[in-house]
């Protein structure tokens, strides 16, 4: 008698609404966000103790208007120095990056890998009716795809 099936019995296949592959289901929702009018040592120490690399900078309603960054501190730090200015006057909004490129929380978390290889971001704040709702990041691609190594990627 021979073997019929030496893979088992096949799982059924979840439709493609059951596989949680959208940014927004991956996306980190509880942010550190910066204010425009916050110091520049404030955010560098904020980056420090949270051992991040950067974040999201909002408004009063919530509304994002640029992003901060430690190389945009070591920017910040180096003109001070050449210039012999000190920090205390400095401000977040006039060393974040304005022109922020965000993400849509409905789209295929592959396609957001494809994303952050063409753009070399290491972040995209997620926005929603104008309002930040969240933030994706690299490793959260890579936690997101080592979730769904089990399930066929469509």
């Not at 990056?97 to 063409?118: P, R, S, Y």
């Amino acid at each position: 008698m021979g073997i019929k099936s030496f893979q088992g019995p096949r799982m059924s296949q979840p439709s493609g609404d059951e596989i949680p592959f959208k940014v927004s289901d991956f996306m980190t929702k509880k942010l550190i966000t910066f204010k425009p009018e916050q110091s520049m040592q404030d955010a560098i120490e904020t980056l420090i103790s949270n051992r991040i690399s950067g974040g999201p900078v909002v408004n009063e309603e919530n509304e994002l208007i640029g992003v901060i960054s430690e190389g945009d501190c070591i920017s910040h730090i180096s003109k001070s120095r050449y210039y012999n200015m000190p920090l205390d006057d400095a401000k977040v909004e006039d060393s974040m990056i304005k022109d922020v490129e965000t993400i849509d929380g409905d789209m295929n978390i592959f396609d957001a890998a494809n994303k952050f290889l063409e753009a070399k971001r290491r972040r995209f704040p997620i926005v929603e009716n104008g309002k930040l709702v969240g933030q994706i990041s690299q490793k959260d691609i890579l936690i997101a795809t080592m979730n769904l190594k089990t399930e066929n990627w469509k």
